[in-house]
């Protein structure tokens, strides 16, 4: 297996993805493939993936704003027959250890659909398991969606004198993905 991260739009390295992403997240949950080249284009994405015998075992799209201290993970999925295997949490573990590498991210900030269902508590548990916490009890609903959303986080270097508010970071999540659909 090899990990590979890429923060320049690779054609070919998409096509092998893109069928876990739209799986994994739905037409409605997915972001248009001209905004995700658009992101590439302007600096603010990298594709990670695991692959295996040239197929795409797992995939996630990071992002950041200009310089920004914080790496938001905006998509992360695994091949659908390879879920519940412990792929997902090796897969984020080499992200982590990627981010890690780069001096200016300080935490790992991601959005987790809250709302009272057994999926909601399935995807929390997970990334509790990954080393994120919940950061308060506020949650966000987007205008498109009826999904409520909390703010989860995993500090990379000390955690902060003054703590992390949830709706701080969904806000910066939500001008992430504004930003985001800004085409140049």
Known sequence: MEF????QWDEDLWLKTKDIYNV????HATKPEKIIRNMF????SALHVLIENDEVLA???TGSMPNSSVLLLDYLAVRKKLRGHGIGKDFFDYIKAWAQLQPH???????????????NYARI????????HLL???KHCYKWGPQHYMA???YLKEKPRTPLKGEDCLKCMASFHKASYKLS
């Open 4 to 7: 590979i991260t890429t923060q």
């Open 24 to 27: 994994a997240f739905g037409e």
């Open 41 to 44: 284009a302007r600096g603010y």
């Open 59 to 61: 995939m996630a799209l």
């Open 105 to 119: 991210y300080k935490q790992i900030l991601l959005e987790v659909e809250c709302d009272d269902i057994p999926e």
């Open 125 to 132: 548990h997970f990334w509790k398991k990954c080393g994120f």
């Open 136 to 138: 308060d009890d506020y």
């Open 152 to 154: 989860m986080v995993l």
